[in-house]
């Protein structure tokens, strides 16, 4: 019988210091001394990424916007480089043989679309080589190769989509998400103290949190975890040291699975609350009908990504990231456009059909005298824009109560 496969995956805080790196390396041992093959992705060490950003704009203030997003994409992809080297010393230090690949040695092929790029296919021909030789393999988070043999990234957060992928492509038992925090919770545990942890959540509920705002998990991992039937775990990488010796953590954290686990029949039901910052509401109307859909098409062809996307008769209104309006306003002209605002969203079943929740939610939304300018209620999720303020992290634990 052959060896189970495993794929895991340190973000950035989990290999932030020498310290948190050599932590990783007996961690990757346990799983080791466990008989399983590994592959492992990692992510740029602590704020490498955004320093590095912070760098560009110094050298260009330029740096952000499309005509410069191939050289971003070279200086990005350094980050993890550096992660990935550094780990595959620190296992060797404890005789474990591990070697690490960049996106491209990897063979992660993606589309030529930089700093955002779809991954199109895996030729892992290298990781199967050192997988063979019986050898680790590190894996540099975030980014592949086009078939123009361009560097690309996938998009910040994009690491846990690497990995999903990887772990689609190589038939993973399992794909480990070690993190800073031991799950996912029912909102961000680091600004609503309520929030409870999820012991299991569905790859579905999982995708549309994280698109919303529980960056916890890139949301495109779960595209590919629930298309491949992936199981996913997420947990902390934060263990104590006789922990990981026992190996008392295997079993820990939130388990992603691909089908529902619901025990609510047609309740309605809310799993998880979160929100997305820095966000921008695009409107125009007065368009002829079949000029819409026209509209929608062109915005899918330049590849631009959006959180919602409504239409309505002769209109279409888009909520995406405030960096994107200038590259959306060059397709169309708003007649409307609100800048920095706040998404609240609530995601969970039976949403439709939850009049109490409604009432809840505009009832605290009155009584702190926030005005939504824009609320959109479908099945799986509720969503309202406001103005960002600083009193978001308190109405969201209030919302989170009545959800609970
Ligand atoms: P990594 O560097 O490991 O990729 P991230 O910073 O991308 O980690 O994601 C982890 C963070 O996600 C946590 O520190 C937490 O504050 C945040 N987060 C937001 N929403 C949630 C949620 N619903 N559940 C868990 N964590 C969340
Ligand atoms: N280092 C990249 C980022 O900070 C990718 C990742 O962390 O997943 O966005
Ligand atoms: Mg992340």
């Known amino acids: 019988m052959t060896a189970p496969l495993s794929v895991l995956k340190f973000g950035g805080s989990s290999v932030g210091s020498p310290e948190r790196i050599h932590r990783v390396a007996r961690i990757i041992e346990a799983h080791h001394k466990r008989g399983e093959k590994l592959v492992v992705v990692v992510s740029a060490m602590a704020d490498t990424t955004d320093d590095l950003i912070a760098l560009a704009k110094k050298v260009s203030p330029r740096a952000t916007e499309r005509t410069h997003k191939r050289e971003m994409d070279m200086l990005l992809t350094t980050g993890e480089r550096i992660s990935m080297a550094l780990l595959s010393m620190a296992l060797a230090d404890l005789g474990l043989e591990a070697v690490s690949f960049t996106g491209s040695q990897s063979g992660i092929i993606t589309t030529n679309f930089h700093g955002e790029a779809r991954i199109n296919d895996i030729r892992p021909i290298r990781i199967f080589e050192s997988l063979e030789k019986g050898k680790i393999s590190i894996v540099a988070g975030f980014q592949?190769?086009?078939?123009?043999?361009?560097?690309?990234?996938?998009?910040?957060?994009?690491?846990?989509?690497?990995?999903?992928?990887?772990?689609?492509?190589?038939?993973?038992?399992?794909?480990?998400?070690?993190?800073?925090?031991?799950?996912?919770?029912?909102?961000?545990?680091?600004?609503?103290?309520?929030a409870q942890k999820l012991d299991v959540l569905s790859a579905r509920l999982a995708y549309l949190a994280a698109s919303r705002g529980a960056q916890v998990l890139h949301h495109r991992c779960l595209e590919v975890a629930l298309k491949f039937k992936i199981p996913v775990r997420v947990l902390s990488s934060f263990l104590e040291k006789d922990v990981i010796r026992e190996g008392r953590f295997f079993d820990n954290g939130t388990r992603i699975i691909p089908h529902s686990q619901e025990t609510q029949m047609e309740n309605p039901f809310v799993s998880v609350v979160n929100k997305s910052s820095h966000v921008s509401l695009l409107q125009i109307s007065g368009m002829e009908n079949s000029k819409v859909l026209e509209l929608i098409t062109r915005l899918q062809d330049s590849k631009l990504t959006w959180i919602s996307l409504r239409s309505f008769e002769s209109g279409l209104e888009v909520i995406c990231r405030d960096e994107l309006v200038d590259e959306f306003c060059s397709h169309f002209r708003p007649q409307q456009r609100l800048t920095d605002l706040t998404l609240l969203s609530l995601v969970g079943g039976g949403l439709t059909a939850a009049p109490e929740l409604t009432r809840g939610v505009l009832a605290i939304l009155k009584r702190k005298k926030i005005e939504p300018v824009h609320v959109l209620i479908g099945d799986e999720v509720m969503e309202i824009a406001v103005p960002t303020s600083p009193d978001l992290d308190p109405l969201l634990a209030e919302i989170h109560a009545l959800t609970r």
């Open 144 to 194: 592949g190769v086009s078939l123009e043999k361009e560097i690309t990234t996938l998009g910040r957060g994009g690491s846990d989509t690497s990995a999903v992928a990887l772990g689609a492509k190589l038939g993973a038992k399992e794909v480990f998400i070690y993190t800073d925090v031991d799950g996912v919770y029912s909102a961000d545990p680091r600004k609503i103290p309520a």
